[in-house]
């Protein structure tokens, strides 16, 4: 059997399986995935460091080999913090208005790509399965092949894929595009983002594309895309139910909301997760039924992330703001509607304050799939389930039509679905429940892994 060597930009070490911190989700199933192949994990350490001799650190945990490097400084500014998240992240998640094109950044994400395709060609043997991460790393295939690789190589993209009108607004969009197709399969999260994929490939390359198979035929080379939407680790998440930990967080919660229905939203602080607009909703809400206020408890779960990157600074701001106007027009002696929490929990406190919580709010205003949707439903008791609203706008969407969607730029929309799901009444709670539970149950990630790996493995070399 072939051994599996993944590449993305950050590797997660594994842990045993129990142990407390166990990981769950993408860095749980890929683990698992080495552990079945034999292989390794290659990645950047999340260390800056300024040796450029090449050393690469290996690391065994679990049974899983862990190869990671160091950046500089420069690297980081220009490939993480330029192009990665200020240039792709924006562009594929349809934020014009925020993306920034700059030259230097697009150099130094070359320069990192080629960095990661020098250090870790060595590692890679004759017949290993190679599988690369989203969109740090898009022309890796190439530089790879360049270094004379002849091995099945895989991509998947976790974010969505943007429509070619937006797309092409990219420097040099197309030398990109071209440096992805040395890639033998190409896994995006919906049928969406493989279908703008396509139709870039057919109307800007002149590629021959087989939209019924998603065989891409280019310069004597064959690429399958194709979408694998991605799921929750369901037998890990649902292991984490049943601790301690999960038990207490769920009785905090519930003891803190008493007579009133707790709302959670838990997202990275992103501007894509469409936080001031969700915020924006409940304050509609709370103007259309100023009689419910006191019928309902917003917490949202919003851990900062990518803190060097200035819009990143700027939507906290704008949130702290949003929730403060709120509460203070709204609040009681007793009474708080907004609790706005900036950090992260563990996947057992989640579990708990999922299941406390009889509504989940999760409105992306793009997401390439999203998985606290999946797991908010995954924590519902089957008897008394909570409601899922849902952005149309998510991936996540497209798997679970039985949600509330919605349409997370509208506050009157968001209102309404606030209100339908504080009076939906338990039948139709649970007909929605059951409507879902399937595919967030089966679909999970551990068959995601699966379709990948098997249709990277048929490939024909
Ligand atoms: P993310 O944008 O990070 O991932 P998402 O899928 O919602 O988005 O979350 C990934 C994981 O992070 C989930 O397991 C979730 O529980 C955890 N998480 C999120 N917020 C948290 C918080 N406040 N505290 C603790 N944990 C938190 C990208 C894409 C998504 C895609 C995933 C996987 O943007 O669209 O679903 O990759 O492919």
New binding site residues.
């Given amino acids: 059997m072939s051994r599996l060597v993944v590449i993305s930009n950050r590797v997660a070490v594994p842990k045993a399986r129990g142990a407390a911190g166990a990981q ?3 860095a749980g199933a890929l683990n698992s995935a080495l552990k079945k192949f034999g292989g390794i994990w290659f990645g950047w350490s999340g260390q800056e460091s300024e040796d450029r001799t090449g050393n690469i650190n290996l690391q065994r945990n679990d049974g899983v080999t862990t190869a990671t490097i160091d950046l500089s400084t420069r690297d980081i500014d220009e490939y993480y913090n330029g192009y990665a998240n200020s240039t792709l992240w924006p562009l594929f998640h349809y934020r014009l208005d925020l993306t920034e094109y700059e030259r230097e950044t697009g150099k130094g994400y070359e320069r990192v790509n080629e960095r990661f395709a020098e250090c870790v060609t060595p590692l890679i043997e004759e017949d290993d399965l190679v599988w690369v991460h989203d969109y740090h790393l898009l022309p890796l295939g190439e530089r790879l092949r360049s270094r004379g690789l002849k091995n099945r190589i895989g991509f998947f993209l ?2 969505p894929w943007p429509p070619t009108r937006l797309f092409v607004s990219l420097p040099f969009h197309d030398r990109l595009v071209k440096t992805m197709l040395d890639y033998d399969v190409i896994g995006f ?1 919906t049928q969406e983002w493989l279908e703008s994929f396509l139709h870039y490939c057919s109307k800007e390359l002149g590629a021959e594309v087989d939209e019924e198979t998603g065989r891409i035929s280019y310069e004597g080379r064959t690429v399958l895309a194709k979408a694998y939407p ?1 799921g ?1 680790d369901w037998d890990h998440f649902q292991a984490q139910g049943e601790t301690g930990e999960a038990r207490q967080a769920q009785q905090r919660l519930m003891s803190s909301v008493r007579h009133r229905t707790a709302m959670i939203g ?3 602080l ?1 501007y ?2 469409g936080l001031p607009e969700r915020i924006d909703g409940i304050g509609r809400f709370f103007d259309q039924h100023p009689d419910r206020v006191r019928d309902l408890v917003f917490i949202q ?3 900062p992330s990518r803190e060097d990157v200035e819009s990143y600074q700027q939507i906290r701001t704008v949130l702290e703001q949003k929730s403060g106007q709120i509460n203070g027009a709204r609040s009681e002696v007793d009474v708080v509607p907004i609790r706005y929490v900036n ?5 057992a406190e ?1 579990y708990g304050f999922f299941r406390a919580s009889k509504i989940g709010l999760v409105t ?1 205003l793009r ?7 999946k ?1 908010y439903l995954a924590a519902q008791d089957p008897e008394d389930p909570g409601v899922l609203i849902l952005s149309r706008f ?3 969407a497209a798997q679970l039509p039985d949600a509330v969607l919605v349409n997370p730029h509208s506050p009157d929309d968001l209102s309404h679905a606030i209100k339908k799901a504080l009076d939906m009444p338990l039948d139709e709670r649970k007909r929605r429940y059951e409507g879902t539970i399937g595919t967030v149950r089966d679909d999970n990630v551990q068959d995601w892994t699966e379709a990948f790996t098997n249709d990277l493995a048929s490939v024909p070399i």
């Fill in positions: 769950g989700g993408l976790h974010i999260q991605i929750i838990v997202d990275r992103d894509s997760k779960i919003a851990p950090r992260g929990y563990s996947h989640l992306p997401d390439g799939m999203n998985l606290v949707a797991e998510a991936g996540a």
